[in-house]
């Protein structure tokens, strides 16, 4: 029961955080209340829940990249491939050369190969951290979409180049070949994998539902057990987990847009999911912090690791691997910019200007989470000739000093360095959305009209009834649609739009209440009751 308990605290703290965050005057990020209750209930109950790393990228890694691969634009991420391709991967091993060189220089006592493990597992951004930063800092839709690509694939470049230095210095033996060609078996299959198994479920499910029919729970389940399969088929396979997780997810997207799916189907599965992103997200960060009361009862030997340093240089040494990784990334970015810039001009184009604070920004907010701890605490506790790992302790307290600073550094610093800078519209979502609205008026005015030419021929006697019907819904259609009518300016459109959207509402609100008076009074059924509320708060969702 012990478990079980530490379990339900976990759950409880993270239903907690969400409303601490509100109740302190502080604007202090929802991860840290949560890592702070983390730490609070492992000093209740005296123990957390430890992280066993294949446990760990199981349970909560799959479902949250899966979700991510899902829900992020793809358009976007091809838009911005040269850019997330250069940060995901060559930013990666930039970071690996640098940082580990960074680490050898200030602490000669661990060795370089340990040093080189530490800079590859505080390489790669967590997608949940940069959630977390991005709901209280406006970002931009372009820089979003580079993070969040850049976040979805630099998990495997950095674990892929923690696990050979990690071996090397278990070993004493490297080799860059084996190393290349395990890369690209590694990131290759784990794409192939994940995208290969998630098209072939899905061309299942269509041929069972074709001839069964549909049931919206069993597709909802099988959305929930298509991450951990394909994630647990790809590491079977030594290929890349995580990037199959990514992989399954845009596969299920493109699958998602055949549009086969009850309209029920998709209104429950994206509950559902937004309960388990809710959940698991504040779970990574309370875990996090059940991790700390461990990690400082290891700062003595940590300490000793480092050649004998006192403690406070420990944060210190933290605070410079945090600052050598964003410098890494700013050099990146500069450079990136200056090439695509000369790039624009051999071909004639005017480049984009690039102002110093978004390079900043984009420099800051390279936030490191639960992939980093979880990756470092799979190194090893002695090497192949049996003696101790190098700097074990001392590589687990810099990675976890690395989560705490970036995160802190990204909220102190981006909503200054994004304040008062003005955007420009985007005029391709501008068009992307005209069309859009184009598109389903079009062939919503079509279907209206050819529906009732139909039925008027089916049934002459009631052709006026369909084209008076018909003529009202297209009017309704078009003014939904933002049409002015003729001598309607767009402003009073407007105006009575808004008016008409409250209206609504308040009527909405009127009806579930004379719904659930039926229901208190017992003249109507329960589940009536609900399947009526539920269409009502289907419909106001949608007006709000």
């Not at 001009?345 to 005017?350: I, L, S």
């Not at 208190?520 to 009526?532: F, M, V, Y």
Request: glycine residues 6%; charged residues 15%; positive net charge.
């Amino acid at each position: 029961m012990g478990t079980f308990t530490v379990v339900v605290a976990m759950l409880v703290a993270v239903l907690l955080s969400g409303v601490i965050v509100r109740l302190i005057p502080l604007a202090i990020p929802l991860p840290f209340v949560q890592i702070a209750l983390g730490f609070l209930i492992a000093a209740v109950f005296q123990r957390g829940v430890l992280i066993e790393p294949e446990i760990f990228f199981l349970l909560f890694l799959p479902p949250l990249l899966f979700l991510d691969g899902w829900r992020v634009s793809k358009l976007a991420v091809l838009r911005e491939a040269s850019s997330i391709l250069q940060l995901a991967f060559g930013l990666v091993f930039l970071t690996v050369i640098g940082v580990g060189y960074l680490i050898h220089w200030m602490i000669p006592a661990v060795p370089l190969p340990v040093a080189f493990a530490i800079a590859a597992i505080v390489s790669p951004t967590d997608p949940v951290a940069v959630e977390a930063i991005s709901r209280r800092v406006y970002i931009p839709r372009r820089m979003m979409a580079i993070l969040e690509g850049e976040a979805l694939f630099n998990d495997a470049s950095g674990l892929v180049a923690f696990r050979f230095a990690v071996a090397a210095a278990a070993t004493g033996s490297f080799s860059l070949p084996q190393a290349t060609l395990s890369f690209f078996w590694v990131s290759i299959a784990g794409l192939g994998i994940g995208a290969g198994l998630t098209w072939l479920i899905m061309q299942v499910r269509t041929f069972v539902t074709r001839r069964l029919g549909e049931e919206p729970g069993s597709e909802v389940l099988l959305s929930l057990l298509t991450p951990f399969f394909v994630y647990f088929v790809a590491e079977h396979a030594n290929a890349s987990g995580i990037l199959a997780a990514v992989a399954a997810g845009v596969m299920m997207s493109y699958s998602e847009l055949s549009g086969r799916a009850l309209a029920a189907t998709r209104v429950e599965r994206r509950a559902v999911w937004d309960m388990v992103q809710f959940t698991l997200n504040g779970m990574i960060f309370v875990l996090l912090g059940e991790q700390f009361p461990t990690i400082l009862a290891g700062l003595s030997r940590a300490a000793g690791e480092a050649g004998g340093q006192p403690l406070y240089w420990l944060p210190v040494y933290g605070l410079a691997v945090c600052l050598g990784l964003v410098l890494c990334r700013l050099l990146w970015v500069t450079v990136s910019l200056k090439l695509s810039a000369m790039k624009a001009r051999r071909r004639g184009a005017q480049p984009p200007e690039v102002g110093l604070r978004v390079i900043l920004a984009v420099s800051v907010a390279g936030v490191r989470g639960a992939v980093t701890l979880a990756g470092v605490m799979t190194l090893p506790f002695a090497l192949d000739s049996g003696a101790p790992f190098p700097a074990r302790d001392l590589a687990v307290s810099l990675a976890a000093m690395v989560i705490v600073f970036s995160l802190l550094l990204a909220s102190l610093t981006l909503p200054s360095l994004m304040r008062g800078l003005h955007f420009p519209a985007n005029s391709r979502v501008q068009r992307e959305a005209s069309l859009a609205q184009e598109a389903m008026l079009q062939a919503a005015l079509e279907s209206v009209a050819a529906g009732a030419k139909r039925r008027a021929a089916e049934q002459p006697d009631q052709a006026a009834v369909y084209l008076e019907v018909a003529d009202s819904l297209t009017a309704t259609l078009r003014r939904q649609a933002g049409e002015s009518p003729d001598g309607v300016s767009a402003e009073k459109l407007a105006k009575q739009a808004a008016i008409e959207r409250q209206l609504r509402l308040e009527a909405i609100a009127a009806s579930r209440e004379a719904v659930f008076h039926l229901a208190r009074t017992h003249r109507i059924s329960d589940s009536l009751a609900r399947e009526q509320v539920r269409l009502l708060d289907l419909h106001e969702a949608h007006l709000r």
